[in-house]
């Protein structure tokens, strides 16, 4: 049956090449790329339409389509980051929508040292956040978490765009302008002191989200 976990993974296998084409696109555009797996009512798999986002996260907002179910998601991680910790695994939004949405697959594609990966887990059981506190307190964790930091990078756009402003302005101007030039600069280093800590917090609790879905079961990698 297309709603087994094995044939998930199998029929991700069989379509590896669809799957790392868009590790490529993600490469190229530095954009993440992605798409829902659906399921068909005479229990076909197939691929949803690809959306498109920024360096940071793509949502899947498009369906599948009238009558079919969304049973996973594949996405990508450009490899724009230094450290591959940020693009070679799942984010904790990542595996929180999944949880959240009852997927029964979620798949990752990424490039490291010039090699494509694509990583699938199997999610082996259902309204996991409602059955498990110790799952639902880590979720609440990794949300607020996620508010932070795109409250933080909200913060330092602004700050780049008014950096730019000023900048650009005339050299007159520019020395008119060069203790507010600084302060910008220095709201700057610490906006981004600020995201640094909070993304290493978001990452361990991703990392013991990890932990305990692997520890209870909840989870399983397509390659065993």
Known sequence: MADSLDYLCAWVMGEKDSFENLIDLGE????????????????????GTRCEGGECSVALHKSCGDSIDIVGTY????????????????????LLLSLVQDRRIICLGYEL?????VNCLKIKD??????????????????????AIKSIRERGNNLEIAW???????DDQLKRNADILYTISESLKRVDETYQKELKLNISFRDKLLEL???????????G
């Open 28 to 47: 190229k555009s530095g954009k993440e790329q992605g798409f829902n797996i659906c399921q068909t009512l005479d229990g076909n798999l197939v691929f």
């Open 164 to 170: 730019a402003k000023i900048k650009n302005l005339p």
């Open 126 to 147: 259902t309204k996991i956040p409602e059955k498990d506190s110790q799952v639902f307190e880590i979720l609440k964790d990794i949300s607020y978490s996620n508010t």
């Open 113 to 117: 040292e010039k090699q494509r990966h």
């Open 75 to 94: 996405h990508t991680h450009p490899s724009l980051q230094d450290d591959p910790k940020l693009y070679s695994n799942f984010s904790g939004q990542d």
């Open 213 to 223: 879905l692997y520890k209870k079961g909840y989870i399983e990698a397509c390659n």
